[in-house]
């Protein structure tokens, strides 16, 4: 179980990470879902090691893993696929599931990419969450997210802004035009 609470991130005056509180099921499949520059890396980055919150812990089985080093977090189970176009490569390559993680963060996995790959890497994301892994989606491509998520949180200025089953967000008209320009 990942359990987020409180957490805050500033750059400068700017606010990537605002009291965000969102918690994640053993072996769920959820997607947070924002346009660019929403806080989506941040987030993730937080969760990885990779930043220190300013504020906010981050539990993980009951641990708090907030300002835990890289290779603490990996060694805790927690992998993650970076967000770069080409993200499938270095998926089918191990590298994301190095340590046989229990939670898997994917920056973006569908950016950039043919419609067919980006299929190929829902079933994958699929099967990874039929394995067992906890699977944490950041995406602009709510389409893609409707396919595959059960659990939508949607990210906008730092700020989580809307927390649902991905069914419930499909069908909000208000929360898809207003921060996901749909
Ligand atoms: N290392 C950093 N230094 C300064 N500002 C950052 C850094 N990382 C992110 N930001 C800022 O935080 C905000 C959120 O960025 P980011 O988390 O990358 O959003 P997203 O992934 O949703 O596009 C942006 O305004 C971005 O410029
Ligand atoms: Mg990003």
Do not use: W
């Amino acid at each position: 179980m990942l359990k987020i609470e409180h957490l805050c991130k500033s750059f400068g005056g700017l606010a990537a990470a605002n009291d965000v509180s969102l918690h994640f099921l053993p072996g769920s499949l959820s997607a947070v879902i924002g346009p660019n520059d929403a806080g989506k890396t941040t987030f993730f980055n937080l969760i990885s090691g990779a930043f220190r919150p300013d504020s906010g812990r981050i539990l993980f089985d009951g641990e708090d893993i907030a300002g835990v080093s890289r290779s603490g977090i990996v060694r805790r189970g927690i992998g993650r696929a970076f967000q770069v176009a080409s993200i499938f490569p270095s998926l089918t390559g191990e590298e994301a599931l190095m340590g046989k993680p229990s939670g898997l963060l994917l920056d973006e996995p569908s950016e950039g990419l043919a419609p067919l790959i980006v299929q190929r890497i829902g079933e994958l994301l699929r099967t990874l969450r039929d394995m067992g892994i906890t699977v944490l989606l950041a995406e602009q491509n709510m389409h893609f997210c409707l396919g595959i998520a059960t659990e939508a949180a949607v990210i906008d200025k730092g700020q989580i802004v809307y927390r649902d089953t991905i069914t419930a967000l499909r069908t909000n008209t208000e929360v898809k035009q207003r921060y996901l320009a749909l």
